[in-house]
């Protein structure tokens, strides 16, 4: 099935189902997706194998583009909810992701100090002492966890290197409540294998490490772009409704965008 890359350092602004007027950072090459996750249903396609010959683009760069662009809207009296950092992969990936959101911070209090700073991340890199000092200074970390049941995990997200799923929970831990969980529910098969991270089993894992975690906010949601693998199917808005209403029993907000 079809899918996209962005092909600009800043993208947008555009309407977010989840974040309202988000203006996009992608901070990987614009001719290909770059992410040490692997998920079958990503709009940005599959992860090529092979070491990216694209450079990323430069710390000076994003600063400079993103100052033009926020100016512009500024001058023009237009409205901003978010500074989103997505694209074409994990932004923590970009050897700069650090000082990128440095500046980022310095540019969005100089021109649009209303606009919120949100980061779309795997959180795998959450351990790395720098880059978990630069996702806090983020006002909104979106962090994944498609499932609490690693060998579901391991299927939907394909994650390449050393890899745990207890690994990963710690990292979700140290942002001390100061995260949203996105989860995306879908079903289907992937190399033979049945995949419904919307089972019985499945949600009572999830829920568990959610209670643990006590995010600001649970973000829900299924497909709703096509997908590299085929056959994948979405989830109903009842069942995601329904999985809302238990989040929220554990005194979470939770977000539906069926």
Known sequence: MSTFLFDSIIFGPVWSRRLGESLGINLLPANRKVCNFNCIYCECGLTPKE?????????????KLLSIRLQEMKNKGEYLNSITFAGNGEPTLHPDFSAIMSDTVEVRNAIFPEAKIT??????????????????LADLNILKLDS????????????TGNFSLPSLIDSLTRFNGKLIIQTLFFRGKFMGTD?????????????????MLKPECVMIYSLARDTPVQGLERIEAEKLTAIARRVEELGISAQVSP
């Open 51 to 63: 070491t990216p010959s694209s450079e990323f683009p430069s710390r000076g760069e994003v600063k």
């Open 119 to 136: 980061v779309l991340s795997n959180a795998t890199r959450a351990g790395i002492k720098n880059i978990f000092e630069a996702l806090s």
């Open 148 to 159: 609490a049941i690693e060998s579901t995990l391991l299927h939907i997200n394909c994650p």
């Open 195 to 211: 995949i419904d991270n919307s089972s019985a089993s499945e949600i009572s894992a999830w829920l568990k490490v959610i209670g």
